[in-house]
């Protein structure tokens, strides 16, 4: 049976860098990981414990804390927005932590970012890397994949990853994705 990996991409924007990436995995990923994207953040409410408390989680919320769970492993694909976590992702990560059986506990997570500056991206991963912890997930250290300078890497017109030393990088995550997924008792 193959491994069963969702996407969360932390960008809205219909043209975004983190998109073309996070739709570039699928051709990427090593024989026996299936990578698909998850159940959609960029309807969910803005986080208030009254919604939860009186009307309940909202549907869109308990679908993706059903897919987190029923998939071996999870790669966000996130831009960096003022060196932290872009509002909707971080809206949709607060919903699902308060799900009964927490989605993200012990689930194994991939962090890849890109960005036209030059670090990549890199701190957003830092701050999801924390709210990681929190949620007892587990997150892959190595290979890390900060796209800097993306706008030079990626063509957003054709919407490919034109810089063949990214796509190995990526295509190396993936395979090391896979590894830790199986080392962590999901499947191999
Ligand atoms: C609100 C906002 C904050 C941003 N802050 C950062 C930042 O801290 N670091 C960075 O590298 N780029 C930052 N950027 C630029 C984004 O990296 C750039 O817009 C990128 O294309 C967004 O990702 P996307 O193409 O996947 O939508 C910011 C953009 C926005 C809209």
Known sequence: MAVNVI???GSLRKGSYNRIV?????ALAPDGMQIR???PIGEFPLYNADIQNSTGFPAAVTTLGDAIRAS??????SPEYNF???????NAIDWVSRLP??????KPVALQSASPGPVGGARVQYD?????????????????IFIGNCAQRIDEKTGRITDEATVGLIKQQLAAFAKFIASHGGKS
């Open 22 to 26: 996070m739709n570039a995995l699928p």
């Open 101 to 106: 059986n927490q989605p993200f506990a012990g």
């Open 128 to 144: 999801l890397r924390r709210s990681m912890v929190f949620l007892d997930a587990l997150t892959l250290n190595k290979p890390e």
């Open 37 to 39: 994207e998850a159940p």
């Open 7 to 9: 996407t969360i991409c």
């Open 84 to 90: 932290g976590i872009p509002s909707p992702l971080k």
């Open 72 to 77: 071996d492993g999870v790669i966000f694909d």
